[in-house]
């Protein structure tokens, strides 16, 4: 049996002996769940709610956590007019105490990537509103100057910002004290290049992973200084356990556990917004 078919299985959380079809479609049915619970959110500045942000019509990156449940869902991304990222947010259904007869939960994680408050509205009512920006972002220590400017140069740049990726390390320590490896995803989940801002000028996200579930994002950003355009970082959790970034051995990043069902925080988790059936 192929391995995609192995993580289907674990993550539709069926015996092996289920007809490999019938697991597909059941996955494929719950992600068409979760994603109608993402496209329910409703997301702008809190100061201009009529700028409403655009989600993207595919998800990032699929959501999986076969270490610690049978989790089926997606990672979403909600983008600015320039295509600048705003906010990052997981749907995922899980079986968890659902009560059985196919029931699951459905659960929403969600990170602010902007750099002012944010108001998301979920089926018309206030569901999240981050109060503060959701980055800090950092010169990256000995990094070169990006590429091109101002002829251009964005496959360059490119490869830039993944060779930068690379010289990033992260962890997780669990609530038993207990310390896990992440694994950097070799290419970018989400790309941007901007033509006119006085912000960043081009941009990348990265994820670290447990088996296949983000749980931190990385965004490395060419961002104009008084020297000139230079490589900048910024880390986003999307973990309920603390969370440690290295570049080249040195810690330059942490983030402890947190109250992250507070809604006006920048990270918000709620595992429990309904219990659903399928059709």
């Known amino acids: 049996m192929g391995a995609a078919v192995s993580v289907l299985l674990a993550l539709a959380g069926v015996g092996q002996s289920q007809p490999e079809a019938d697991t597909a479609k059941l996955v494929k049915a719950w992600l068409a769940v979760c ?6 959110y409703v997301m702008s500045p809190a100061e201009k709610p009529e700028e409403k942000f655009k989600m993207l019509p595919e998800p990032i990156f699929r959501h999986s956590q076969p270490v610690r449940g049978d989790d089926i869902g997606a990672v979403w991304l909600w983008v600015q007019a320039d295509g600048r990222p705003a906010a990052v ?10 009560g059985g007869g196919g029931n699951r939960w459905m659960a929403h994680e969600f990170h602010s990537l ?3 408050p944010l108001l998301a509205l979920w089926r018309g009512k206030k569901q999240w509103a981050p109060a503060k920006p959701g980055l800090e972002w950092k010169p990256i220590p000995g990094s070169t100057a990006p590429a091109g400017y101002p002829l251009g140069a964005p496959a360059q740049r490119g490869r830039q910002m993944t060779e930068l990726s690379r010289q990033f390390q992260a962890h997780e320590i669990d609530k038993r004290n207990s310390r896990w490896e992440l694994r950097l995803v070799a290419k970018p989940v989400y ?3 901007l033509k006119k801002t006085d912000a960043a000028l081009d941009g990348a996200m990265f994820v670290f992973c447990q088996g296949t579930d983000p749980e931190i994002f990385l965004l490395i950003e060419a961002r104009p200084t008084a020297e000139g355009p230079r490589w900048f970082y910024a880390c986003a959790t999307f973990s309920d356990y603390e969370v440690h970034v290295r570049h080249r051995e040195t810690e330059v990043w942490v983030d402890q556990i947190a109250p992250y069902e507070d809604r006006a925080a920048p990270h918000w988790l709620q595992g429990y917004i309904e219990k659903t059936k399928l059709p």
């Open 35 to 40: 994603k109608g619970h993402a496209e329910a």
């Open 89 to 98: 947010g997981t749907v995922f259904a899980f079986s968890y105490n659902a």
């Open 114 to 116: 902007l750099d002012q």
């Open 191 to 193: 790309r941007y290049e």
